[in-house]
């Protein structure tokens, strides 16, 4: 029996927390940050207690492997029944969702089922994932990252459908920590991450008086800001004139449907075929 269920996809990026860093057993600065992957496997070896701060919390990894981590987490809910004579009791319900961790260097990628009876989003797990590690990750002086990769597709629809009355464009964007990501910039963001310890880097565009801005796919430097993004290295913020609230792109997260069931025993084929779903290479 298949249970499929939609997953939807975070990269996180793994930054040095200082550039004081106590080297200790690696010669430089470059051999440490190439072992910043061992150090988070190390950490999910023995996966950190999830804590939310509302909700009681339960755990149970049930694959663990090479760089692959996958767990549910769950929470603790009540709901009333109905009993036979007429009354009502509470009862404890712990609804979950499956999360999937990809530790790879070139593919850092966390999948997570969504399932709002749980938790009110995957947004939310993803915070709680970063939280348990953090503090352990902080011993090797790095910080982790995590952003939603969203559909392009539908932040070019959002920006074409005002495109008459946007009035600035935000790109936060996080330096970024892998090879394949870095090469889609215009802007070389490494660079400048390691010249200024920078984590963040926040690019607005203003209009002038009110007028609309001219954002448009052809502008490549444009296209390379939003496609870097994409891919969970950030985040655009959108203001539309005549709107309070600013549109954001991580509202359209990427989702993949998997087998659940799957997940309890995955054979290689089945880890393939994870691996090119979550880097969204067609099968």
Known sequence: MKINKNFELYRFQLLSKSRNIQL??????ETLIKNKNKFLGTILADFPEIKHKKLSTIQKVIYE?????????GAKKE?????PDFDKENLEDWPHVTVIINNHPEIQTIAISI???AFSSTQVVANLIKNAVQDQLY??????HVEAKFQKNKFWALINEYKEDIIALKFELISPDMKETSKILSLDLGTINKLTNSHKINLELNSFNGNALDINQENDNIR???DYAAEGGG???IKISGLQRRKRASKFIKSVKFDEISLDNPTNEILESLTKILICIPL
Do not use: A, P, Q, T
């Not at 200790?24 to 600065?29: M, R, V």
């Not at 709901?79 to 009993?83: A, L, R, Y």
């Not at 011993?139 to 982790?144: A, P």
């Open 139 to 144: 011993k090797y002086d790095f910080v982790m």
């Open 224 to 226: 390379s800001l939003v």
């Open 235 to 237: 985040d655009i913020s």
């Open 65 to 73: 492997k090479h760089d692959w981590h996958i767990l549910k987490i």
């Open 115 to 117: 399932n709002r009876k």
């Open 79 to 83: 709901i009333k029944n109905n009993k």
């Open 24 to 29: 200790d057993l690696f010669e430089n600065i």
